[in-house]
């Protein structure tokens, strides 16, 4: 049986990025509903490696949540970039720029069970957790939302509905078109110890193979991205972990020591991939259900962080009577297209640029390196695109 439900604002997905969406409406004083696919808590022990940018940390301090998640975060003030097999390399440093740091690392569930614990002070947010969308159409007074709870069927109509539910982004919505590609490299993420301490240094470096980043992540620790072809990936998800670590140290290289420890591996598929547009009548897409990149420059979840927040303060801005149409649909995807469509282009010309070995382009690229590192305008730009998105 189905059960007919209104909503002036449903969120569908709670993680992190629908989760601070809805945080931010509530401190505008707009209630939201919220469904979540997973149980409560399934993401508090989930400990993937975040990186957030400086602008993410900010609307965690807007939000009242940075204070208590600062604790279980690692800095970074220096990113270290790098091609192998040059000597161009640019540093970038937090003290050059004003900043307390470049970013931080912070987990998975750490971020989700402060958001979470958040949203538990707050009566206006109505969470449904083990709650799957199975359908969403936009619609002229509203979109229709078609999800399952506590295996009963649901429908509803919400005046404004938000889809963040990232990777398990619903296929097919009416208007909504999505172009992908597939990069056939896969990435390797595992958190992985050395004999020298990261001195909260994370290092991004290039190879032909594709890039490799070290993320400083708890005391000595650092998180592992190490990007490459499919194929190649799977075979060193097969080594053992002396085999692993023994490689791992041949393709970075000595600048931290001997590898020591690695825990588990982890691979998935890389891809760019976006929609077009992001928005249908009484339907916004944000985070990474509207816009997958690839890790190389850590800006993907920065940029869904972003898109949350700026369409929490477009919904305060905007009569409720007046959400989901064209006016604010519109509004919204000129006030984001800048952000997206430059957080994608950057991905790509990396990945593009520097994952390759064509004749003669090494060394371009290694003298690309060189002259950032006497640029300090062209850092001081590079660093706002990457805290702050196109307001930096």
């Given at each position: 049986?189905?059960?007919?439900m209104e909503h002036?604002?449903?969120i569908v997905g709670?993680?992190?990025?629908?989760?601070?969406?809805?945080?931010?409406?509530?401190?505008?004083?707009?209630d939201?509903?919220?469904?979540?696919a997973?149980?409560h808590?399934?993401?508090?022990h989930?400990?993937?490696a975040?990186?957030?940018?400086?602008g993410?940390?900010?609307?965690l301090?807007?939000?009242?949540?940075w204070?208590g998640?600062?604790?279980?975060?690692?800095?970074?003030?220096t990113?270290?970039?790098?091609?192998?097999?040059?000597?161009g390399r640019?540093?970038?440093?937090?003290?050059?720029h004003?900043?307390?740091?470049?970013?931080?690392?912070?987990?998975y569930?750490d971020l989700s069970?402060?958001?979470?614990?958040?949203i538990?002070?707050?009566p206006?947010?109505?969470v449904?957790?083990?709650a799957e969308?199975?359908a969403i159409?936009?619609?002229?007074?509203?979109?229709?939302?078609?999800?399952?709870y506590?295996?009963?069927?649901y429908?509803?109509?919400s005046?404004?509905?938000?889809l963040?539910?990232?990777?398990?982004?619903l296929?097919?919505?009416?208007?909504?078109e999505?172009?992908t590609?597939?990069?056939g490299?896969d990435?390797?993420?595992s958190k992985?110890?050395?004999e020298?301490?990261?001195?909260?240094?994370?290092?991004?470096?290039?190879?032909?193979a594709?890039?490799?980043?070290l993320l400083p992540?708890?005391?000595?620790?650092?998180?592992?991205?190490?990007?490459?072809?499919?194929?190649e990936?799977q075979a060193?998800?097969?080594?053992d972990?002396a085999?692993?670590?023994?490689?791992l140290?041949?393709?970075f290289?000595?600048?931290v020591?001997?590898?020591?420890?690695?825990?588990?591996?982890?691979?998935?598929?890389?891809k760019?991939?976006?929609?077009?547009p992001v928005?249908?009548p009484?339907?916004?897409?944000?985070?990474?259900?509207?816009?997958?990149?690839?890790?190389?420059?850590?800006?993907?979840?920065?940029?869904g962080?972003?898109?949350?927040?700026?369409?929490?303060?477009?919904?305060?801005?905007?009569?409720?009577?007046?959400w989901?149409m064209d006016?604010?649909?519109?509004?919204?995807?000129?006030?984001?297209k800048?952000d997206?469509r430059?957080g994608?282009?950057?991905t790509?010309?990396?990945?593009?640029?520097?994952s390759?070995?064509?004749?003669?382009?090494r060394?371009?690229?290694s003298?690309g390196?060189?002259?950032?590192?006497m640029?300090?305008l062209?850092?001081q730009?590079l660093v706002?695109?990457?805290?702050?998105?196109p307001?930096?």
């Open positions: 049986m189905s059960m007919a002036d604002l449903l709670g993680g992190p990025v629908g989760a601070t969406l809805a945080l931010a409406l509530q401190y505008k004083g707009i939201a509903t919220v469904l979540e997973r149980a808590g399934a993401a508090h989930d400990q993937r975040l990186a957030l940018s400086y993410s940390i900010l609307i301090e807007r939000l009242g949540l204070s998640l600062k604790p279980k975060a690692t800095a970074i003030n990113i270290h970039v790098s091609q192998r097999g040059s000597l640019s540093l970038l440093k937090a003290e050059d004003d900043q307390p740091a470049l970013g931080y690392v912070l987990s569930g069970a402060a958001l979470d614990d958040a538990r002070q707050f206006g947010i109505q449904r957790y083990e969308a199975l159409k936009p619609g002229r007074e509203a979109a229709h939302v078609e999800y399952q506590q295996a009963q069927a429908s509803c109509n005046r404004m509905t938000v963040a539910d990232g990777g398990r982004s296929a097919d919505i009416p208007g909504l999505r172009e590609k597939h990069y490299h990435a390797l993420v992985v110890s050395c020298l301490p990261h001195d909260n240094i994370a290092y991004e470096r290039f190879t032909p594709g890039p490799v980043a992540n708890g005391t000595r620790d650092f998180s592992l991205v190490w990007t490459g072809k499919a194929e990936v060193l998800l097969a080594l972990d085999a692993f670590l023994e490689a140290h041949t393709h290289g000595d600048r020591g001997r590898f020591l420890t690695v825990g588990k591996r982890l691979s998935f598929p890389l760019l991939s976006y929609l077009k928005t249908a009484h339907l916004t897409v944000i985070g990474n259900a509207a816009q997958t990149m690839h890790p190389v420059a850590g800006q993907g979840f920065n940029v962080m972003r898109d949350a927040w700026e369409l929490a303060q477009l919904l305060a801005q905007t009569p409720s009577e007046e989901g006016r604010m649909m519109q509004a919204y995807q000129a006030s984001r800048a997206t430059g994608l282009l950057f790509d010309f990396l990945v593009n640029v520097f390759n070995d064509i004749v003669g382009l060394k371009i690229r003298l390196l060189g002259l950032l590192d640029l300090p062209a850092k730009h706002s695109k990457m805290s702050f998105g307001r930096g």
